[in-house]
């Protein structure tokens, strides 16, 4: 038996895990970091919670006898996909990466830029923007506290277990997969004037994207945090035939 780490919180994650678990020979251990009340979850051994930085991994790897790890976390995940990158050069246990493929900008519609959630606060502030969509979950609403006469309507999977530290806003507990419609009905519902995001890339949630554009709704677009320069896949049934020659 071959054990398999695959760090997941992503859908892509769980579909390979129900998937590539499956196979003979094969053991597969899916990670979560465990911050979703009620995350999906495969068909395989799961377990929850961070390992304790990249040394951490290391011991997990060597005392679980992991034979490959395969990082399917979430594009803006950099802290496990740094871990993962370093547990595999210490270990000698190899590292497949899948990265989803980001959106691209429309050309004709330009995305506002900004490097980090704080430097999308700065973006809303300057703009002057007054209704804001954060829809990106709780992680990040802190970098907007400053922002006290916007008023912000935030998005995530839970609701939050402490109040965010916004002056003022509503909560909105929901899940993808969303559609074009139902997103421009709650843009104007709530009369949304720009849009933050990141680039998540995908399909469950791009048609926040496209209803922004619609209602001509600016975006400001959190780019993807840098990740080491190596092979990365972005398709999954090249990841699964690279994962099956390694492990044969
Ligand atoms: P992160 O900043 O890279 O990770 C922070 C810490 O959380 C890691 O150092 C690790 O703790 C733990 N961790 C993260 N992913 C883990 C996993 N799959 N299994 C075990 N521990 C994990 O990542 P994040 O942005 O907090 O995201 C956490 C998880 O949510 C990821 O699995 C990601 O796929 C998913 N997710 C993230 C986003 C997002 O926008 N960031 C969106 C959707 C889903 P230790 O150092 O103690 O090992």
Not at 33 to 58: I, K, S
Not at 161 to 178: I, K, N, Q, V
Request: net charge neutral.
């Amino acid at each position: 038996m071959k054990r398999v780490l695959i760090l997941g919180g992503t859908g892509e994650a769980v579909a390979f895990a129900n998937d590539f678990g499956r196979r003979a020979g094969i053991g597969a251990v899916y990670s979560l970091a465990g911050r979703t009340r009620t995350p999906a979850v495969p068909d395989c051994d799961v377990r929850r919670g961070g390992f304790g930085g990249a040394e951490g991994l290391v011991r997990y790897v060597a005392n679980t006898q992991i034979a490959a790890i395969v990082d399917m976390t979430h594009p803006y995940a950099a802290r496990m996909a740094a871990n993962a990158r370093a547990a595999s050069e210490a270990t000698g246990v190899p590292l497949f990466k899948y990265l989803r493929p980001a959106w691209e900008e429309p050309p004709d519609a330009p995305w506002r830029h900004a490097e980090t959630a704080s430097d999308a606060a700065r973006i809303v502030g300057e703009r002057g923007f007054g209704r804001v969509f954060l829809s990106g979950g709780l992680n990040d609403v802190d970098a907007f506290s400053s922002l006290t006469e916007v008023w912000f309507l935030v998005r995530g999977i839970d609701p939050p277990e402490t109040a965010p530290a916004l002056a003022s806003h509503h909560f909105l507990a929901a899940r993808g997969p969303f559609g074009i419609a139902a997103e421009k009905a709650l843009m104007q519902a709530w009369r949304v004037d720009a849009l933050v995001s990141k680039n998540s890339g995908g399909g469950a949630t791009v048609a926040k994207l496209h209803a922004a554009r619609d209602l001509a709704i600016p975006i400001v677009m959190i780019d993807r945090p840098r990740q080491a320069d190596h092979a990365v896949y972005t398709d999954i049934s090249l990841l699964t035939v690279a994962m099956e020659n390694f492990l044969r």
